[in-house]
């Protein structure tokens, strides 16, 4: 059975059974609850759903402001639904704002500074290059999974291209092929968590480009 608070579609009575199930639970859960709520929805990319989450994450906002712990995660799935909207301007602005309240609150961190890197490659702002450099080179020396290695270290060496760094940019493309041909991540108990399955072709053509 789907909990309350993971649900893939809002009907009128999705909408009211949430809602009624939110009221009953504790106040300290509620901004987590609407969070997570919102993410199901976003993840299903459906328009509607997406403004619906959209909503969810201003009432969480505007009724827990003081909630840090649950920002970082509604910030992250604020540029998710931009980027889905294709507004990638908006969606870069939200990623950022959540790498920044990371930067102030580290208890909690999402993967919005590798969705922040590669939108701002892949869109070409070339003006936010030497961030993206600065936000990747401290990050990747802490990422556990292969996947975020190999994009972070494929957006690093397309950056050191466009910059005319020949050298940083051989290693870093050394490095980004090293960890999309792991076949293990370094966890323990979840081994195959992680690897690159599928390889971003849009990625690679940038990283093989002369």
């Known amino acids: 059975m789907v909990d309350w608070y993971r649900q893939k579609s809002w009907s009128k009575e999705d909408e009211e059974y949430f809602f009624k199930r939110l009221e009953r639970a504790r106040k300290d859960g509620r901004a987590q609850y609407l969070k997570i709520q919102a993410i199901e929805l976003v993840e299903t990319k459906n328009a509607f759903l997406l403004d619906v989450a959209e909503s969810l994450i201003a009432k969480l906002f505007s009724e827990y402001p003081d909630d840090q712990f649950n920002r970082p995660g509604a910030l992250f799935a604020l540029g998710n639904i931009y980027q889905l909207r294709n507004d990638y301007d908006k969606a870069i602005e939200f990623y950022k704002h959540a790498i920044d309240f990371e930067v102030i609150f580290p208890r909690v961190q999402t993967q919005a500074y590798i969705y922040y890197a590669e939108l701002v490659v892949k869109t070409a702002k070339t003006h936010f290059y030497d961030a993206v450099e600065k936000i990747l080179l401290e990050k990747m020396p802490g990422v556990l999974f292969p996947i975020e290695k190999y994009k972070g270290y494929s957006i690093l060496c397309i ?10 940019a051989a290693h870093f493309e050394i490095l980004a092929e090293e960890n999309a041909s792991k076949e293990t991540s370094t966890l323990r ?5 992680g690897i690159v399955k599928d390889r971003d072709s849009w990625l690679d053509k940038l990283v093989r480009k002369k």
């Open 159 to 168: 950056i050191n291209k466009y910059k005319c760094n020949t050298e940083r």
């Open 189 to 193: 108990y979840h081994k195959y968590l």
